[in-house]
């Protein structure tokens, strides 16, 4: 069974923090992508990567960075946690499986709270 | 305009009923077609795909795409309350993804 792995289900932090959110991917697929989830503004792209080293700003990159130091593995840095950044956050991978097609595939999230 | 509209809801549908859920995208170019269904909580999951203008069943589900309407719907017949969730769209044109805000399902035992 494919996977993409978050690494924390849950996390609370304190605002000013830096805060490493982890996506791995079982997948071999070369995009991978992270979302913000909130109510009523639906999936909003913030930092996507089509292969190693390389990255691109989506629609709201603003208080992010990424790293993708390894194919399978890309991360979402909040530089300094600020409470608007609370959100469910999904990473995703994007390539051809034949169970989804070229459809994404989610990883479980991780619901963001800072307080 | 966005690029991918979905009616909010709630929709509302009693056991045993047919679900129709809708979705309007601008762009003539689109691709595939995708839904995703999202319990509460949870990550989206891909229920269905679809790239040819006309119909595809999947079980209990059928995806319908009209390209000259711009516009792909999804059945679900025989409603379940364990379908009950949030039904996004999402469209794929060039190298570009998007997804609807999605389409809250609730079905009454």
């Known amino acids: 069974d494919v996977k993409v792995t978050q690494s924390s289900r849950y996390l609370v932090k304190r605002t000013g923090e830096k805060v490493f959110l982890e996506c791995v991917q079982d997948m071999d697929h070369e995009n991978m992508f992270w979302y913000r989830q909130d109510p009523g503004l639906g999936l909003r792209l913030i930092y996507f990567s089509y292969d190693v080293k390389m990255k691109e700003k989506g629609d709201i990159p603003e208080g992010y960075s990424v790293s993708r130091e390894k194919k399978e593995r890309f991360s979402l840095i909040l530089e300094s946690a600020s409470t608007n950044q609370t959100s469910m956050y999904l990473c995703?991978?994007?390539?051809?499986?034949?169970?989804?097609?070229?459809?994404?595939?989610f990883g479980s999230g991780t619901r963001l709270t800072v307080v | 305009q966005k690029e991918v509209e979905q009616n909010s809801g709630p929709l509302s549908v009693p056991e045993g009923a047919i679900a129709s859920l809708n979705c309007t995208y601008s762009?003539?170019?689109?691709?595939?077609f995708f839904w995703y269904r999202q319990y509460s909580g949870k990550s989206p999951e891909l229920i269905m795909s679809?790239?040819?203008?006309g119909d595809k069943e999947d079980g209990r589900f059928t995806a319908q795409l009209n390209k000259a309407s711009q516009y792909v719907s999804l059945l679900i017949r025989d409603s379940q309350p364990s379908d009950s969730a949030t039904y996004l769209c999402?469209?794929?044109?060039?190298?570009?993804?998007?997804f609807g805000t999605g389409t809250s399902l609730t079905v009454i035992p």
């Open positions: 679809i790239y040819s203008n």
């Open positions: 995703a991978t994007r390539g051809w499986h034949p169970s989804t097609n070229y459809g994404y595939t």
């Open positions: 762009d003539r170019g689109s691709q595939s």
């Open positions: 999402a469209v794929n044109t060039g190298n570009q993804f998007y």
